[in-house]
């Protein structure tokens, strides 16, 4: 299995082998290398650039765990240029992939051995199933594991039915899922992902991974915090302009950080160091 680590930036030729409507806005992509095999070893919260010459290129999370060695995942919200140009591709498309970037989850270090707490708003969910998938395939190494998940509607739940069939079926787990508004057909809680995590009132005795829009991670914070969790317990990952991936071109430089090289994972307490820019 080829790892990129030698030369970062050459791009290597893959190929969509399957394609998954997740959202109406959101579809995952399962890639391969032309001779079939898993194009990169990653680490859990890592990310990779996925571009077709002529169109452009754009960063995106690994979605899938690095326990599964057959292919990378990556499920992208339908947004811009390069993101329009791959909801429009079939399977069989070849596109180029270089990576993987970025520092991931710590996952074999301070995850280790710690009761997890999974929370995620809208794809949000993307980063982080990797890391969900990741403690399922080691579950003997963590301890009890939470998953709040909230999005505008039931339609928009990424991984719906992954997370129905196989995190809700898995009696090791518990999983809060809400949405935004009352919808026809949902029985289950209704309301805001930061006010159903303080009506849920974990204990602080967890490792929070959390990721979503800004304003969600900032009442979840607030939250959190008021339910006597630290900061130094609170992981989320950014994606801020990245570019080169390897911080050469400084497109994501933020104080004395670089997203694409010291992140894209930071524990709040690291990210309250930065600059008010951000």
């Not at 890639?31 to 169109?55: E, N, R, Y």
């Not at 708003?121 to 980063?127: F, T």
């Not at 719906?160 to 518990?174: L, T």
Request: proline residues 6%; contains cysteine; charged residues 25%.
């Amino acid at each position: 299995m080829m790892n990129n680590i030698k030369e970062p930036l050459i791009p290597n030729v893959c190929v969509i082998t399957d394609i998954r409507q997740d959202t109406p806005d959101v579809k995952t992509f399962r890639v391969l290398t032309l001779d079939g095999k898993k194009p990169f070893i990653h680490k859990p919260g890592q990310c990779a650039m996925l571009s077709m010459p002529g169109i452009g290129e754009a960063l995106f999370s690994i979605t899938s765990s690095p326990t599964n060695t057959e292919y990378v995942e990556f499920s992208i919200k339908k947004c811009g240029c390069v993101t329009s140009w791959l909801h429009a591709a079939e399977v069989g498309q070849q596109i180029t992939v270089r990576g993987p970037y970025g520092n991931g989850f710590p996952v074999e270090t301070e995850f280790k051995g710690q009761d997890m707490l999974f929370i995620a708003g809208g794809i949000g969910l993307a980063p982080v199933r990797s890391v969900i998938n990741y403690v399922r395939d080691n579950r003997a190494n963590y301890g009890k594991v939470d998953i709040v998940y909230g999005s505008r509607s039931k339609d928009d739940l990424v991984f719906y039915k992954e997370i129905i069939d196989e995190w809700v079926a898995d009696s090791s787990i518990n999983v809060h899922l809400t949405i935004d508004r009352e919808q026809e057909g949902w029985d289950g809680h209704v309301g805001f992902v930061p006010t159903y995590v303080k009506e849920l009132g974990f204990e602080p005795n967890k490792t929070a991974v959390l990721c979503g829009p800004p304003i969600m991670i900032k009442f979840t914070l607030q939250g959190l915090g008021e339910l006597g969790f630290d900061k130094k317990q609170v992981y989320t990952t950014l994606e801020l302009r990245m570019k080169c991936g390897i911080g050469k071109c400084g497109r994501c430089n933020v104080g004395s950080k670089y997203v694409c090289k010291d992140g894209p994972v930071f524990r709040m307490d690291q990210l309250d160091a930065l600059p008010d820019e951000y």
